[in-house]
Nanobody, 114 residues
Framework: QVQLVESGGGLVQPGGSLQLSCAAS????????MGWYRQASGKEREFVAH???????TYGDSVRGRVTISRDYVKNTVTLQMNSAKVEDKAGYYC????????WGQGTQVTVSS
């Protein structure tokens, strides 16, 4: 089992920045991918970004150019830095750990509003 604990989020103004972090613990092994998804009210869960065990990053179309994902392989954490936040970025953000199976965090809420 893998446990994921997210932190960060909250209220940010349009055009502002935010940082989300996720820490994995438990049966964490190499060869995994960690990343973020989000789900806005009434919408399906959407891919945001992920980073593989060898550092390859992939970004979703709606956030590409505004977010950067990074990992600390020693601490087993993944961080999402979002800049130029938009109102439509408002959503629950969920950390995902993928190895032999998928694990999800509980989610952290991000609200973009003035």
């Amino acid at each position: 089992q893998v446990q994921l604990v997210e932190s960060g989020g909250g209220l940010v103004q349009p055009g502002g920045s935010l940082q989300l972090s996720c820490a994995a613990s438990g049966s964490v092994f190499s060869g995994n991918t960690m990343g973020w998804y989000r789900q806005a009210s009434g919408k399906e869960r959407e891919f945001v970004a992920h980073v593989t065990n060898n550092g390859r990053t992939t970004y979703g179309d709606s956030v590409r150019g505004r977010v950067t994902i990074s990992r600390d392989y020693v601490k087993n954490t993944v961080t999402l830095q979002m800049n130029s936040a938009k109102v439509e970025d408002k959503a629950g953000y969920y950390c995902k750990y993928r190895s032999d199976q998928n694990y999800w965090g509980q989610g952290t809420q991000v609200t973009v509003s003035s």
